[in-house]
């Protein structure tokens, strides 16, 4: 629980006093009468000293009661906010501590020594022992405002307080060595006071320097505290040595100013104290700086001579910023590194990305045939159904599970990469022996199998350098085959055309052997020619289904042994359209269909149904249609004999160019029957095909 704020910018945590009826608000009032004392405190001091109000009568109690009564109410207000307020309780506690040894000094010179206290004193000591304390105090405040720094930060602040120290302490400490004597221990007492101050404004100093505009309203506050206390034991030095210090001026206010503004940055935001970050923020100018003070130190020393301390200092300074460049250098180094390691990975899976990828192949085809690799492309099947049913989260980590599993499967053989989306690739040095096995491993290891899902993979390979001198030669080529037996394994999944060619087979018992003569007679053509996986596999399963449309015509008509008449023949021409509406149901098997189509249709646009001519029939119907044509001129029909092969291709060559592809005619006739070498011809593919 907390209470209400206390002042306009003050909010304290007070749960213990609020347990207690009435507590909250007469700790309110507390703190409105503090203010009211501190503020007419003040005033009636600086009123007094700077301009007589009040006349020699009220010297007494100004720089007596009233003085000490200021320096007492901030120690107060400090000591009650280490109570109260549990948030950073231990650097307050420190601050607390070092203004209350503060004031015991002020007090045991006044009451003690009565003003002519031997110089080193007991009051010296508490004087002096407010300065560990409060550097101990900044600290733990520093270290608990600002979070998430490097060590580069850390050294930017100091090599900042050093810089700061070496010119205060070439310039200030200076003029008070040049007006302090007596003896040795005398003079180190009265030294140590700058030297304090010195530290502190350098400690202030870095703060300032690392935080800048992030600083909050109480690190403004602290800085004047410490600077008025620098300002006026400056001051109160260099009056004592020449001997015109007077007690009683406007320099006094400073002193117990300094007390009444550290307590009053202990009540600014308690509890709630902002937090920065400095991480990542730009320091470039601070190592510049800091160099440029500690030289101006140097110079300096060439001109007149100054003390042991500056130099040391400017020397540390320049250390520090050494330390700090090499330092960065490093660090640069380190993240330049990492960004590489970044720009070839891919951040999901942690393998290898395209660009690295690209990288890779073009070493593997220079290490040449001495070192021939082997490339996979993989690509996922089922991946997009199950990111359907699990949501893309589940996918990622799918996606990264399989890639571990694809990593310890290839091992130290080659590399693994993920080239976007669900496509994976491997690029390993080609085995001896097993390359099968290698190449089943990782197809596994790139699959996974759950309720309701089944994620499997198709995968196509290119051999380097023997099938491929470039990067974009070799991914082609793997391609390719990846998607020939992507499409390949699709088709045969459902194996659709399976339980049509039954139903075709049962329907007509005799189609058998002419559909397998077909289908063999076009594939062997079809590798003739150059055909590539795909549409070999397109060709074959369009030679066992084009006469599917002949389901739907009837016995009568197809077993019909004298001439058909115009009407049924109309009717018996439909059956390539009727084909490939059945195959249409089938989606795997609807580029079939366009061929089955096409089959009928003549090369000199005189065929059906479409009335296509030369290469704008696909070239698969052309193929079927000059191997069906032999395989029925040499099967026995219903209303004919069959006939020789010899006769055969000559009746093939009568109707080539008409009815039949010319090239595919001459290629088919000079190969049947003679298994020489496959050939490729510059024929133009249709879109279809």
Wanted: aromatic share 8%.
């Amino acid at each position: 629980m907390s209470a209400a704020p206390v002042a306009d910018t003050w909010t304290v945590s007070t749960p213990a006093l609020v347990r207690r009826p009435g507590a909250g608000g007469l700790f309110r009032l507390s703190v409105r009468a503090w203010r009211v004392a501190v503020v007419l405190g003040l005033g009636f001091f600086a009123l007094h000293t700077g301009f007589g109000v009040g006349g020699p009568a009220a010297d007494r109690f100004v720089v007596t009661w009233l003085y000490y009564g200021l320096e007492v109410l901030a120690v107060a207000a400090l000591v009650t906010r280490v109570i109260v307020v549990p948030a950073e309780r231990a650097a307050w506690a420190f601050l607390a501590a070092a203004l209350a040894a503060y004031t015991v000094g002020d007090l045991l010179w006044e009451f003690g020594y009565h003003g002519v206290a031997p110089v080193p004193s007991v009051a010296d000591m508490f004087y002096l022992a407010f300065y560990p304390a409060t550097y101990v105090a900044l600290l733990l405040l520093v270290r608990s405002r600002v979070s998430r720094f490097n060590r580069s930060v850390w050294l930017d602040g100091i090599s900042v307080a050093l810089a700061v120290g070496a010119v205060g302490a070439a310039f200030l400490l200076e003029a008070a060595l040049d007006h302090t004597e007596g003896k040795p221990l005398a003079v180190a007492t009265n030294l140590a006071y700058p030297l304090g101050d010195l530290v502190l404004l350098a400690l202030v100093v870095g703060v300032f320097w690392l935080v800048g505009r992030d600083a909050g309203i109480e690190w403004v506050v602290i800085g004047g505290a410490f600077l008025a206390t620098a300002v006026a034991d400056a001051v109160y030095l260099w009056m004592s040595a020449i001997g015109t210090y007077r007690e009683g001026t406007l320099l006094d206010i400073l002193w117990p100013l300094m007390g009444i503004l550290l307590a009053t940055a202990a009540w600014v935001r308690p509890g709630r104290a902002r937090r920065i970050t400095l991480e990542g923020r730009p320091l470039v100018a601070t190592p510049i700086v800091c160099t440029l003070l500690a030289l101006a130190v140097f110079l300096t020393d060439h001109v007149a001579r100054i003390n042991v301390l500056a130099l040391t200092l400017a020397a540390m300074t320049v250390g520090i910023v050494l330390i700090r460049n090499i330092l960065t250098f490093r660090e640069n180094s380190s993240i330049a590194a990492r960004i590489q390691v970044l720009s070839v990975t891919d951040p999901l899976t942690h393998l290898w990305n395209r660009r690295k990828l690209l990288t890779d192949l073009e070493s593997a085809i220079r290490s040449g045939a001495d070192h021939p690799h082997v490339l996979v492309l993989y690509d996922l099947n089922g991946f997009k159904r199950f990111n359907d049913l699990f949501g893309h989260p589940a996918g990622d980590a799918l996606l990264a599970r399989i890639a571990a599993k694809l990593a310890d499967a290839v091992g130290s053989a080659g590399a693994c990469y993920r080239l976007g989306g669900d496509e994976f690739c491997v690029l390993a040095r080609l085995p001896e022996a097993g390359l099968e096995a290698f190449l089943d491993a990782t197809a596994m290891a790139l699959g996974e199998v759950g309720d309701g899902f089944e994620v499997t993979t198709a995968f196509g390979c290119a051999f380097i350098p023997e099938e491929a001198r470039d990067p974009d030669g070799a991914m082609h080529i793997a391609d390719q085959r990846l998607y020939a037996r992507k499409h390949h394994s699709l088709i045969e999944r459902g194996q659709p055309h399976g339980v049509l060619l039954q139903a075709l087979y049962e329907r007509e018992p005799g189609l058998r052997d002419h559909v397998g003569c077909v289908a063999m007679l076009s594939i062997d053509l079809g590798r003739r020619l150059g055909l590539d996986e795909t549409a070999l596999r397109e060709l074959e399963l369009a030679a066992q289904l084009h006469d599917i449309g002949k389901l739907a015509i009837p016995d009568a008509i197809l077993d019909k042994p004298e001439p058909l008449s115009p009407e049924e023949l109309v009717f018996v021409q439909r059956h390539t359209i009727i084909g490939e509406r059945i195959l249409n149901a089938a989606p795997a098997l609807s580029q079939v269909g366009v061929i089955v189509r096409a089959t009928h249709e003549a090369f000199d646009g005189s065929g059906y149904p479409d009335g296509l001519a030369g290469t704008r029939i696909p070239l698969a119907a052309r193929i079927i249609a000059v191997c069906d044509a032999f395989s029925a001129i040499t099967t026995d029909r219903s209303y004919r004999s069959s006939r020789s092969r010899e006769e055969a291709l000559v009746e093939l060559r009568a109707v080539s160019g008409t009815q039949l592809d010319p090239e595919l005619v001459e290629l088919f006739c000079a190969t049947v029957g003679n298994p020489a070498p496959a050939v490729s011809m510059p024929l133009t593919r249709p879109r279809t095909a």
